[in-house]
């Protein structure tokens, strides 16, 4: 098993920046991806960003490409979603996620485990 807990969420108003981490324990040597994604009240899971565990690839999703950028510590086994720019619409609660099967970066990963989440809440 593969434990994910998030932090950095929080209240920020228009145009600011927050950084969101994840750090993983247990079986970390099973991880092939990990990533991020969102779900605002009354919609559903939205993709945000994955990242390979071991290669130099990242995928990003349409509507956050250019504002959020994804990253990892494989040293520390966390990885990070740098969010700038952000808009009322960004307010979720923002899931990581690690994938425990190979993942090739054309299509998101399937993911296998999850975090508890965290809340985003951007104020106009």
């Known amino acids: 098993q593969v434990q994910l807990v998030e932090s950095g969420g929080g209240l920020v108003h228009t145009g600011g920046s927050l950084r969101l981490s994840c750090a993983a324990s247990g079986r970390t040597f099973s991880i092939y991806a990990m990533g991020w994604l969102r779900q605002a009240p009354g919609k559903s899971r939205e993709f945000l960003a994955a990242?390979?565990?071991?290669?130099?690839?990242?995928l990003h999703g349409a509507s956050v490409k250019g504002r959020f950028t994804i990253s990892r510590d494989t040293a520390k086994n966390t990885v990070y979603l740098q969010m700038n720019s952000l808009i009322p619409e960004d307010t979720a609660v923002y899931y990581c996620a690690a994938a425990a099967t190979p993942w090739e970066g054309a299509q998101r990963p399937k993911f296998d485990y999850w975090g508890q989440g965290t809340q985003v809440t951007v104020s106009s």
């Open positions: 990242i390979s565990w071991s290669a130099p690839r990242t």
